[in-house]
């Protein structure tokens, strides 16, 4: 179930920067949103530094599956957290090259979770998580 207006109103109390992209009806199926979160490269000393990344997430079936959730920017060559994907498919939402998320193991959390909690603050909480930390065993950069 897409999300509803009440539940980006509730979620924007945590996320200021969150917008609606595109609607079906009275509810909202694409977000963007600016998080802030870690440079998070190998290189120890730039881990830490901040960087904010905007995030653009199809929200269509979030009470199912955390969504592929694409890097609008800083751009793909400027990007070396550990946790995002380089560009390696086209992102429907812009129709350009954009990296993405690894998920890692916050999927099988995701799912672990019950489903009325699966809402839109909840998941923009675990994409805070993903860029706020380096996961140095990820496979993604």
Request: with cysteine; net charge positive; proline share 6%.
């Amino acid at each position: 179930m897409p999300v509803t207006r009440a539940d980006l109103r509730a979620a924007q109390g945590l996320f200021t920067s969150l917008a609606p992209i595109a609607t079906s009806g009275s509810h909202i199926t694409v977000i963007g949103v600016t998080i802030r979160g870690i440079v998070g490269g190998h290189n120890a000393r730039r881990r830490r530094w901040p960087a904010d990344y905007r995030v653009l997430a199809s929200v269509k079936e979030l009470e199912s599956d955390l969504p592929v959730t694409w890097i609008a920017s800083p751009p793909d060559d400027q990007i070396e957290h550990v946790n995002i994907w380089e560009a390696r498919s086209v992102c429907p939402i812009t129709g350009t090259m954009l990296p993405d998320i690894c998920w890692g193991n916050a999927d099988s959390r995701w799912a672990a979770i019950p489903q009325s909690q699966r809402k839109l603050g909840n998941f923009l909480e675990v994409t805070r998580q993903i860029l706020g930390h380096a996961n140095l065993e990820s496979a993604a950069r």
